[in-house]
């Protein structure tokens, strides 16, 4: 169980673990899982990191979807934003690329998950490793991340 599954659990939120085989040589992590799994991608979202100098930010945004940096350093309070390295996005949130949840990180970094995810009965993030995904409420993650909900995407 990752550290992710583990808090779902501990503070009783339903929600739903998906498993599928990764395939290494995969070019999208998300739209891998989005396929695997037998679900539309605008049902899959992708946790990206984004820094701004000294903070780092947390997207959560469909797989088929690009993150706007304007957008999302609006919604955050940044005037500029670039995107976090793999090693400091593996170094602050405890997983590593292509398989980060926005879910039991090491430590909690602002949030912003695009809007789409509003009007969802169930989204589905990256369970904590590649391979992995969790299906749960759009709200109980917003709230459980103290999230807000935003138009982040290009």
């Known amino acids: 169980m990752t550290p992710a599954i583990k808090?779902?659990?501990k503070q009783k939120i339903r929600h739903q673990v998906l498993?599928?085989?990764h395939d290494p040589s995969a070019e999208s992590f998300?739209?891998?899982a989005a396929e695997k799994?037998?679900?539309e991608a605008d049902?899959?979202?992708k946790t990206l990191l984004a820094f701004d100098g000294q903070s780092f930010f947390v997207a959560i945004l469909?797989?088929?979807h690009r993150l706007n940096l304007k957008k999302l350093a609006a919604a955050v309070g940044s005037k500029k934003l670039q995107m976090a390295a793999a090693a400091d996005a593996?170094?602050?949130t405890g997983y590593i690329v292509g398989g980060i949840s926005p879910l039991a990180q090491k430590k909690r970094l602002k949030t912003v998950i695009h809007?789409?995810?509003e009007a969802l009965d169930q989204m589905y993030v990256s369970g904590g490793k590649r391979g992995c995904d969790i299906g749960i409420d759009p709200k109980d993650l917003a709230n459980l991340l103290s999230a807000t909900f935003s138009d982040i995407v290009e």
Do not use: K, N, T, W
Request: net charge negative; charged share 25%.
């Open 43 to 45: 049902l899959v979202f």
């Open 90 to 92: 593996e170094r602050v």
């Open 30 to 32: 998300g739209l891998e």
């Open 37 to 39: 799994l037998g679900l």
């Open 62 to 64: 469909p797989v088929d």
């Open 7 to 9: 808090l779902l659990e």
């Open 19 to 21: 498993s599928y085989e």
């Open 115 to 117: 809007s789409s995810a």
